[in-house]
């Protein structure tokens, strides 16, 4: 590293859609309560994208806002890295699409599919390419329309997902503050916990995939979770490790934000007092790769995290993916 510049986030930025979706709205929908979703998830509400309201088009908002808390014009960003499971077509990339509602004029663009672990695998691909030296403002944005493969009438899938953006700007640190260190992990030998079946190469489109609600996602909830705070607890550690800090060094963790169940387990096992957990599940629901963005984006502008603070970032998804990170914010 003799040399290189640490990788900073110059800015960040969210974007939500205008409609809210209570429990009591679901109530209607599913057999369900407010009541048991809210003492199994700690969710009480989430956003939805609008009919024709895509998910580049929550996308771009949420750029927007990043590219100005940064300062940074779009002719400036080289690139552009985007991760969802609810891309608006499996190709051109959504990035392509940003890009073209934005202009970026000089930005490649590729997507990352990491499920809900897309926010930490892409800001370790984005953070590369600037400690690298040939990139100098590296975009990497986080969009879910997950409305759009939820089955409704599915009461143990529909009552946790949420839409949503978010998004920020990477660039070459002035100071020593930045992104320390990154872990990822994952095993796909546990794929099957949580996929959509259809609409890919091994069940293409057909009138048999629709009559079998094969293109909406499919979960196996006890299972993920249980994996979910473990592979959680050891990203962490494995972080903490092997940057010599015990959790006591830490001043903030910003885990996905997936079920409050999962965050308390995850900080009992790490030992991290819950003040020092962020939260906003409650009104936002799972959006997968959009969650963690979302979440730092709002933790960054409410002051939960402050200069100086030392902050974990930690998640993981569908795949099983997983991963941590550690910034000097
Ligand atoms: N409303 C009411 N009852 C429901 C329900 C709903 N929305 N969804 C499921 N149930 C019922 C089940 O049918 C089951 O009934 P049974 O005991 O008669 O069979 C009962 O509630 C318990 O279901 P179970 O799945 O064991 O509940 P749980 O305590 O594991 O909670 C989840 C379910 C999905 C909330 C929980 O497993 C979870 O959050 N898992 C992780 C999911 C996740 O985060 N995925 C995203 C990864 S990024």
Request: glycine share 10%; hydrophobic share 45%; charged share 25%.
């Amino acid at each position: 590293m003799a040399g290189r510049k640490k990788c900073v986030i110059m800015g960040t930025g969210s974007y939500l859609p205008e409609k809210v979706l209570t429990n009591f709205d679901l109530e209607k929908m599913v057999d369900t309560s407010d009541e048991w979703i809210v003492a199994r998830s700690g969710i009480r509400e989430r956003r939805l994208a609008a009919d024709g309201q895509i998910t580049s088009d929550l996308g771009v908002p949420a750029v927007r806002v990043a590219l100005e808390d940064a300062g940074v014009a779009a002719e400036e960003i080289d690139m552009l890295i985007m991760t969802t499971i609810t891309p608006d077509m499996i190709f051109p990339s959504t990035s392509c699409v940003v890009q073209s509602k934005l202009g970026l004029p000089n930005a490649a663009c590729c997507d990352l599919n990491a499920a809900c672990t897309g926010c930490i695998y892409s800001i370790e691909m984005g953070r590369h390419l600037i400690e690298g030296g040939n990139y100098k403002r590296v975009l990497v944005v986080g969009a879910e329309k997950l409305s759009a493969i939820t089955d409704w009438e599915d009461r143990a899938t529909c009552v946790l997902f949420g839409d949503g953006a978010g998004a920020m700007v990477l660039g070459p640190a002035d100071d020593d503050k930045g992104i320390v260190d990154i872990y990822l992990g994952a095993n796909g030998e546990w794929g099957d916990l949580l996929f959509m079946p259809a609409g890919g190469t091994l069940n293409p489109a057909s009138h048999e995939t629709v009559d079998g609600r094969m293109h909406y996602m499919k979960m196996l909830g006890r299972e993920v979770f249980k994996h979910a705070v473990i592979e959680m607890a050891r990203s962490v550690e494995i972080v903490l490790e092997r940057n010599g800090l015990t959790i006591d060094d830490i001043d903030c963790l910003i885990p996905h934000q997936a079920n409050i169940r999962i965050i308390k387990a995850l900080a009992k096992k790490i030992r991290i007092p819950v003040e020092k957990v962020f939260v906003n599940l409650e009104t936002r629901g799972n959006m997968s790769a959009a969650a963690l963005f979302v979440a730092l984006d709002e933790a960054n502008k409410s002051g939960f995290v402050k200069k100086g603070d030392r902050v974990i970032l930690v998640g993981f998804g569908a795949g099983l993916t997983w991963g941590a990170g550690l910034i000097d914010w």
